[in-house]
């Protein structure tokens, strides 16, 4: 046999670089690009970055720019607030920022929706990667690309980013960008957020990240396009202009900075900034004990089903070193909306930073990027570009709370503290999603601004603040109803009304929610859904004794004309789901509970849906709270006297409220023995209460126990390897409930044969 020379056979180095032109100029899609997504840390510095940073390093110039351009950001900021037409906009789930010439966010806006910081720089960066040299796309003066797809880098399609090049003198400097919590994105559901997707396809717009805008002119034809896309044209328009004119004035006070202090200067600032924050967080870091956390949140829900979704967590400090490691979470869902990109997921966490733990820090990029996150393949925190994601609130939130969870354990234990130890804050967006055709003929889609009300966790030493703002943005607002009722064709008949029992208890209680109750008025055509859990298991947990919420159902009453009732028999309308609920003063109405994640359903005039936003985590042992604070929360109605005698072992006259510190104080002596009778060794208690599998009559999905290797798929008879994916498909609602009749017929004899 003769002999071949392999060596005569391999291709040429400029044959190679025809092969790879070949194969650069064919690819069949641009998809999302892993390398990408799942780095979040800086870019290296650039051979004109580090020239910059030798030449200009002064601590004074660089504070000086850098303030500079956060008023520039904040300014921003407000005219997206102030002139924006989404109600997130008008609500602050905005933010605005600078990014480097290699797409790391500098500096953001101080209010709006932190959690981009940590999202936006991935479609600049396949900008950078894809349009950048391409000749049918290019990067130029004048140029803006709009993005929307959580798959290229965002929180979930609902939110669409301005993206601009900034050039000096022709060369690019730096990009600024405008996010928006738009809603209306033309998915299967209205308002953006679409319980019921199954599949990507569901979702409403897809945008990877393309331009839309030349000459710093919107494109017609492709504004066009995303408008005939969408159910709220004039919103879709309205919106883009305003994240433009947005970004445009930020460029302004970028100009006003590179005509003042060259382009090096604003060059060095970026990076020094960017630096110094990463460098700052790992020295802080390393403050903190070597040790490891561990914690889980349940999800009670896919939004369309009960069911017992774990969120797990392993926080471990070495060194410099802080590891999130949420392997042992569910599987991803393959077919419902309730997974999240792990870009989701650390923006999440690095609110929980920027937001609760190191506040003073410059918002931007580098407070996380030292910090490291590890997940299983295809799991809920970590999905499969196929797996629906519109609903990825529900993964992040708990996340976070996770995060926050386990972090709070080690600033405890740190001698210098940044802010105040805090117990986990509500995480979720209690609120109501509405849409059809308006009072005014229009056909809209989008959500209440009470997301932006959780009760904050309680501190070290205080209360809670009731339902103040959300965990995913600072400076937000929760709206005026009655703004809205110019443009929607219903009312909050009960708006931000405190729940009386809706309590986290503890030394400090949590911050408090309030009810909600709407009902259509002007409209045959319009509709409600709602997305949240908790409603069977609580979405957070307490702190150092400390309990967590109660857990809250959406509750409809169907069958009556609430409007009828308050024009004639007004005496009848009750102000509280409780009483409501309890009492059912409507005759003929049909009462009924819920778990929180409504779908999509149209509703008939003066019909009430009725939900309450939850309360943060209580924080030490309830048996430490002083009892003038818990007759103080029963005078304001937050809380029943029955249900604080109960938990407080406070006592007190049912009818003056005065306390017996005496009676209070053997009242809670008896307590702490009986807890000490009732008690058993922890030995015993693991022995008893340890079980090899998840229960039969459960569908759980996670890991059990410390086997984080074994992720459970609804029954403890299936099952997947953690580094093997494997399909996850629910069963249609309806799907089941007709076997579940079918098998009752069959039990009546009603089908055709014997009784069973």
């Known amino acids: 046999m003769n002999k071949i020379d ?259 200067a604003l060059v060095a600032t970026l990076r020094l900034t960017m630096e110094n924050v990463r460098a700052e967080v790992k020295r802080r870091v390393s403050e903190w004990p070597d040790m490891t956390v561990r914690t889980y949140i349940i999800q009670d829900s896919t939004l369309r089903e009960n069911c017992v979704v774990k969120i797990n967590c392993k926080l471990t400090k070495t060194g410099d070193r802080l590891i999130f490691d949420f392997r042992g979470s569910s599987p991803e869902f393959t077919n419902r909306a309730t ?133 995913f943005a600072t400076m937000a607002d929760i709206g005026e109803q009655e703004l809205n009722e110019e443009e929607v064709p219903f009312l909050q008949l009960v708006s931000k009304k405190m729940t009386r029992d809706a309590i986290a208890p503890g030394k400090y209680r949590g911050g408090q929610g309030y009810t909600m109750m709407v009902a259509t008025k002007d409209s045959e055509q319009w509709g409600f859904m709602t997305t949240a859990q908790g409603a069977k298991i609580p979405p957070i947990q307490g702190l150092f004794g400390g309990y967590a919420c109660g857990c809250y159902p959406l509750s409809k009453v169907q069958g009556v004309d609430v409007y009828d009732i308050l024009l004639n028999q007004p005496e009848k309308f009750r102000h509280s789901i409780e009483e409501i609920m309890n009492e059912q003063p409507f005759e003929g109405a049909r009462y009924t509970t819920h778990h929180m994640g409504m779908g999509f359903e149209i509703s008939k005039r003066g019909e009430l849906f009725m939900i309450s936003q939850g309360a943060g985590a209580g924080y030490g042992d309830v048996l430490e709270r002083d009892p003038v604070g818990v007759v103080r929360d029963i005078e304001e109605g937050l809380m029943s006297p029955e249900v604080a005698a109960r938990l407080y072992k406070v006592v007190f006259d049912p009818v003056t409220l005065a306390i017996d510190f005496d009676a209070t104080e053997k009242a809670r002596a008896d307590e702490r023995k009986a807890r000490i009778a009732r008690s058993v060794p922890y030995s015993e208690f693991v022995k008893g209460w340890n079980k090899p599998k998840p229960p039969a009559h459960l569908q759980y999905f996670g890991c059990w126990g410390d086997d984080v290797d074994t992720l459970y798929m609804g029954s403890p008879d299936k099952s997947r390897r953690c580094n093997e994916p494997k399909p996850n498909y629910m069963a249609h609602p309806k799907d089941v409930r007709i076997a579940e009749l079918e098998q009752r017929l069959m039990a009546l004899g009603a089908m055709g044969g014997e009784k069973q």
Not at 359 to 387: K, M, W
Not at 394 to 405: C, E, K, L, R, V
Not at 440 to 461: K, Q, S
């Open 6 to 264: 392999i060596r005569a056979k391999m291709p040429s180095l400029e044959e190679m670089n025809l092969i790879k032109k070949f194969l650069d100029d064919t690819t069949l899609f641009l998809g999302p690009d892993p390398e990408i997504m799942q780095n979040h840390d800086l870019m290296p510095r650039t051979a004109e970055e580090n020239e910059a940073v030798t030449r200009v390093s002064d601590s004074h110039i660089v504070a000086k720019i850098r303030d500079r351009i956060q008023a520039g950001c904040d300014e921003g900021y407000e005219m997206v607030e102030q002139m924006g037409a989404a109600p997130g906009a008008k609500w602050g789930d905005v933010i605005t920022g600078v990014y480097s010439a290699s797409g790391d966010l500098a500096i953001a806006s101080a209010g709006g929706v932190l959690i981009f910081s940590a999202l936006v720089h991935h479609p600049i960066k396949f900008i950078i990667k894809n349009w950048m040299n391409d000749p049918t796309v290019g990067v130029k003066e004048g140029d803006g690309f709009i993005h929307n797809d959580s798959r290229y880098g965002n929180v979930h399609n609902t939110d669409q980013s301005m993206i601009l090049p900034i050039f000096h003198k022709g060369k690019l400097v730096c990009w600024v960008a405008s996010t928006v919590h738009e809603g209306e994105n033309g998915a299967i559901e209205p308002g953006g957020m679409p319980s019921m997707a199954e599949s990507p396809s569901d979702e409403g717009l897809k945008m990877s990240p393309f331009k839309v805008v030349e000459n710093y002119q919107i494109k017609r034809d492709i504004l066009t396009f995303l408008q005939n896309s969408v159910r709220e044209p004039k919103l879709q328009y309205e919106d883009m202009k305003v994240k433009l004119f947005a970004c445009l004035r930020i460029k302004q006070r970028i100009e006003e900075t590179l005509n003042s202090d060259g382009p090096e």
């Open 339 to 471: 997974n999240t990109i792990v870009a989701g997921l650390k923006g999440m966490l690095a609110q929980v930073f920027l937001c609760y733990v190191w506040p003073d820090l410059p918002r931007g990029q580098a407070a996380f990027a030292p910090i490291e996150v590890i997940t299983d393949p295809h799991s809920i925190v970590n999905c499969s570009y196929d797996a629906p994601n519109s609903q990825s609130l529900m993964s992040i939130f708990t996340g976070f709370t996770a995060g926050q969870h386990a972090v709070a354990k080690f600033l405890y234990s740190c001698p210098e503290k940044f802010t105040k130890v805090h117990a986990p804050t509500f995480n979720m967006i209690n609120t109501f999603i509405w849409g059809g055709v308006s009072q005014h003929g229009e056909t809209l889609g989008n959500l209440c601004a009470d997301l932006n009300g959780m009760g904050a966790g309680a501190t070290v030493d205080r209360d809670g603040e009731h339902a103040l703002a959300p965990i």
